[in-house]
Nanobody, 117 residues
Framework: QVQLAESGGGLVQPGGSLRLSCTAS???????????MSWYRQGPGKQRELVAQ???????NYVDSVKGRFVISRDNAKNTMWLQMNSLKSDDTAVYYC????????WGQGTQVTVSS
C-alpha cells in the first residue's frame, strides 16, 4: 500500500517562504523513481488545481500563477519530493497535496499553507 505524507505547511506572512516535503512509503525506490510526482492545492471555495509536476527524469512544469516563485524537486533515493515556495501571496493559501499514480491514484493527507499578515 503506497502512502504519501506531506509536511512543512504553516502560517507565513506575504512575501515569505515555506518548503513542503512529501515522502512516499510502501513502494520500492526503483518504482518510485519511475513515476512522475505532483503537488496540487485546494484553496477555500476553489477547485483542486495542479501546482507543479516533476517527471522521473526531473523535468518540471508549473501552473502559471507560481512560475518563478515555486520550485519542485525530488530525491529518488529518499522517496521524497519538495516544493520550495517563495514570495508567497495570500492567493497561495490552500491545502497542499502530493500526488502520484502507480497502478492507482495516491494522495497525501494534505498540509495547510496560510499566507496572511
Amino acid at each position: 500500500q503506497v502512502q504519501l505524507a506531506e509536511s512543512g505547511g504553516g502560517l507565513v506572512q506575504p512575501g515569505g517562504s515555506l518548503r513542503l516535503s512529501c515522502t512516499a512509503s510502501g513502494l520500492p525506490v526503483r518504482l518510485y523513481a519511475m513515476n512522475p510526482m505532483s503537488w496540487y492545492r485546494q484553496g477555500p471555495g476553489k477547485q483542486r488545481e495542479l501546482v507543479a509536476q516533476i517527471t522521473a527524469g526531473g523535468a518540471t512544469n508549473y501552473v502559471d500563477s507560481v512560475k518563478g516563485r515555486f520550485v519542485i524537486s525530488r530525491d529518488n533515493a529518499k522517496n521524497t519530493m519538495w516544493l520550495q515556495m517563495n514570495s508567497l501571496k495570500s492567493d497561495d493559501t490552500a491545502v497542499y497535496y502530493c500526488y502520484m499514480y502507480y497502478r492507482a491514484p495516491y494522495w497525501g493527507q494534505g498540509t495547510q499553507v496560510t499566507v496572511s499578515s
